[in-house]
């Protein structure tokens, strides 16, 4: 069965001070691996695909790699604007849907 | 205007009435999702549908039911409504290219009492 877990649950840092947050996953052939942002009573909203492990993406303050067993979205010098829930999924090949992680509730204190 | 639109937003209700959550797209999207959302569980799959005449059973099916009553207009149904129903409900949409990039809508907070 596939899975996904995210850690931390929770993450609070300052304005500046870069992390990092986790997803591992199980997948039986992955065909991608996505994250989402979802802010308060918001629907959430996509951010990056990774297909193949040594893939990286950038948005902002924001980058995401992609290992065989996990994935990182580090957070470079983050802003008070990038408080929000982030969601990890994965897909596997042959699969119609996405499988989901609990998500890392990270909250940027000024 | 939203790409995903859903009604209603907030809904209270009692255990044993019908309730039907509506979702509507202007993405011209054939793939439509329903998720349900629940605090340390994360989002789960309903039912999907790719056209209008296609309807899936996602992970968590039982207790509700669907209509694709068009291309841009997809319905989740409970039936007779339980409190562990409650939960945030989510419709999605994609194309068929970008399977994975999905676009949700606002949600819909229900409450079963």
């Known amino acids: 069965e596939d899975q996904v877990t995210q850690s931390p649950e929770a993450l609070r840092l300052q304005e500046g001070e870069s992390s990092s947050l986790n997803c591992s996953y199980t997948?039986?052939?992955?065909?991608?691996l996505f994250w989402y942002r979802q802010d308060p009573g918001k629907g959430p909203e996509f951010l990056f695909t990774?297909?193949?492990a040594g893939e990286e993406k950038e948005k902002e303050r924001l980058k995401a790699t992609l290992t065989k067993k996990e994935s990182f979205l580090h957070i470079t010098a983050p802003k008070p604007e990038d408080s929000a829930t982030y969601l990890c999924?994965?897909?596997?090949?042959?699969?119609?849907?996405?499988?989901f992680g609990q998500g890392t509730r990270l909250t940027i204190n000024p | 205007d939203a790409d995903v639109t859903q009604t209603p937003r907030n809904r209270i209700t009692k255990t044993g009435k019908r309730i039907m959550l509506e979702c509507s797209q202007t993405?011209?999207?054939?793939?439509m999702y329903w998720y349900r959302q629940d605090p340390g569980l994360g989002l789960r799959l309903i039912y999907y549908?790719?056209?209008?005449?296609?309807?899936n059973k996602g992970e968590i099916s039982d207790g509700y039911s669907v209509s694709r009553q068009a291309q841009a207009k997809f319905s989740l149904s409970l039936e007779s409504a339980i409190p562990n129903q409650t939960a945030l409900y989510f419709c999605?949409?994609?194309?068929?290219?970008?399977?994975?990039?999905?676009?949700f809508g606002e949600g819909s907070r229900l409450t079963v009492l």
């Open positions: 999605a949409t994609n194309g068929q290219a970008t399977t994975g990039e999905l676009f």
């Open positions: 990774l297909y193949s």
């Open positions: 549908s790719f056209d209008v005449k296609d309807i």
């Open positions: 993405k011209g999207h054939d793939r």
């Open positions: 999924a994965v897909q596997a090949r042959g699969a119609q849907k996405l499988v």
């Open positions: 997948v039986s052939g992955l065909r991608g």
